[in-house]
């Protein structure tokens, strides 16, 4: 019995070094996942932030180009109705023409910019997800490290105690 006994208790030593072994291993990769999810946050965080001022850099952009188009209509309107009364009215078919096209172009512009921010709004809400994940992976390594090491402590104590017990 003490031959078995002293069997069973040789083979949680061996589990008990490799475990060792392994925790090493366990802790590099939970370290490496911590790295990758701080990565992950801050590429996130930071294109984010670059959708942002592209947004209002764009805006601004087309806010400046139609109150300068606006200005130049009119005074291109006013120009031609004081020097050709005559001709205004095929001047202002062609001004109107070729403001259609140019709101049509403004609207497909903005169309598209709705789009990209619709596109890097479910990039976001994906990123979160992973982030959480994540997380939720790494606690569940916490508590396999926590569970291994109260393991490990239980199993050394017991060793312990069957060497005490065999030395007297």
Known sequence: ???TEMGQLQRELEMLQDFKRNKASL???LEQEKRERAELEENHKEAIQQMERKFIEEKGK????????LAEIKKSSQEEAVERLDASTKKILF??????EELRLQVQET????KLNRKRDDENKRLRRE???NEQQLKEYAKQGF???REVKDLTAKVK?????LGQ
Not at 62 to 69: D, H, I, V
Not at 95 to 100: G, Y
Not at 111 to 114: E, F, K, S
């Open 111 to 114: 169309d598209d910019l709705q």
């Open 161 to 165: 105690s069957l060497e005490k017990s």
């Open 62 to 69: 087309l806010q400046r180009e139609a109150k300068q188009m």
């Open 27 to 29: 802790e590099a990769g």
């Open 147 to 149: 569970r291994s090491t």
């Open 95 to 100: 001004e109107n023409r070729r403001m259609a």
């Open 1 to 3: 019995q003490l031959e």
């Open 131 to 133: 982030v959480e994940l």
